[in-house]
């Protein structure tokens, strides 16, 4: 499937099953809910979505534990699955979708290198992060996340 057919099928399978999602973005900046909105008929399926880039947004918008925040720090399975949980909560939507790691160029670590990104998933019945590796530079980490991210939740809502 070619990128904007995937964003597409994702629209509509969200329609054809009356659900709706909500994006809690950090290295994405909004480019999942953009990819999402860019979509026609995306008003049925999409109220709000947040970018949270700081570690005091996360917490204060979507509500991550502080400490999980100073101890695991953002780039993080259990950061990331409370920023897709908190932001499915909040906006009273059915699927949640989170988004954070390291785009690059700068930023990365030996445990968290450029292009680590964890992408986090949400129903009313799971919530799971997802931990993986993307190569090029920081536009391309960016796209293959907003990519990996609509393909994690299409199949996750195909077994709603």
Do not use: W
Not at 46 to 64: D, M, Q
Not at 71 to 85: F, H, I, N, P, R
Not at 110 to 117: A, I, K, M, S
Not at 118 to 139: L, M, P, Q, V, W
């Amino acid at each position: 499937m070619r990128n904007n057919d995937l964003t597409e099928a994702f629209v509509k399978k969200l329609i054809e099953k009356n659900l709706h999602v909500c994006c809690a973005e950090s290295c994405t900046g909004g480019l999942v809910a953009a990819h999402i909105i860019n979509i026609s008929g995306a008003s049925a399926v999409i109220n709000e979505s947040y970018i949270t880039y700081s570690n005091e947004a996360k917490n204060r918008i979507l509500g991550v534990n502080k400490n999980d925040l100073d101890t695991l720090g953002a780039v993080s399975d259990k950061v990331c699955e409370q920023m897709a949980s908190g932001c499915r909560t909040k906006s009273d939507s059915d699927i949640g979708i989170s988004t954070t790691g390291i785009a690059g160029p700068d930023g990365g670590t030996d445990e968290n290198p450029v292009g680590t990104v964890y992408i986090g998933i949400s129903t009313k019945n799971s919530t799971k992060a997802y931990e993986c590796h993307f190569e090029g530079n920081r536009d391309e980490v960016r796209m293959q996340s907003v990519l990996k991210a609509i393909e994690l939740a299409y199949f996750t809502i195909e077994k709603i």
